[in-house]
């Protein structure tokens, strides 16, 4: 019963922008004070009257019902690259010197890059489009060539260990 109520189309396209749209102008009228202080029953109402425009227009509407489910994927999957992040970057106890921190940050977004591309499904073009060209192996050994190019740069731009404690130092 409770499966039928919720993927009804009545439920999905009407209750759900109204309730989501009702709450954000709420929030942003309450939160900005642009009504002044004390004017819950303002804010309410406009909010009320926004939903409900929103509701009224199916071009608007059908916006937000496809925008939604775009939102709720990419919060979840920031979510679990914080998780990721967090485990590397604890204040608390500092055990991991900060190249191993970098290193594992890249390897955690690397991850997540990926397990997302495989859910979704685009991983077999990525794939195929980056390994089973024909002239795959040419365009590779450009990319190295230019990643061993702008490393060159930068160590030669960058200031080395003790020239960077110098600097700092006279900051």
């Known amino acids: 019963m409770a499966e039928q109520i919720f993927a009804s189309p009545i439920f999905i396209e009407y209750i759900l922008p109204f309730v989501l749209v009702f709450t954000l102008i709420f929030a942003i009228l309450q939160k900005s004070k642009l009504l002044g202080d004390n004017t819950k ?58 190249g191993v921190k970098i290193t594992l940050g890249i390897i955690f977004g690397l991850a997540v890059i990926t397990a997302v591309l495989i ?20 365009v590779w050994v450009n990319v190295i060539l230019g990643i061993i190019l702008i490393g060159a740069i930068l160590a030669v731009v960058l200031p080395r260990g003790e020239e960077r404690e110098d600097k700092e130092d006279k900051d």
């Open 41 to 98: 029953q303002i804010n309410s109402f406009i909010s009320l009257v926004v939903g409900l425009i929103l509701i009224a227009f199916p071009f608007s509407r059908d916006f937000v019902v496809l925008l939604m489910p775009f939102l709720a994927v990419s919060v979840v999957i920031l979510f679990v690259f914080m998780l990721l992040y967090g485990f590397i970057w604890h204040k608390r106890g500092d055990v991991l010197h900060k």
């Open 119 to 138: 859910i979704s499904g685009y991983w077999e073009p990525i794939y195929e489009f980056l390994f089973k060209r024909e002239d795959a192996g040419q």
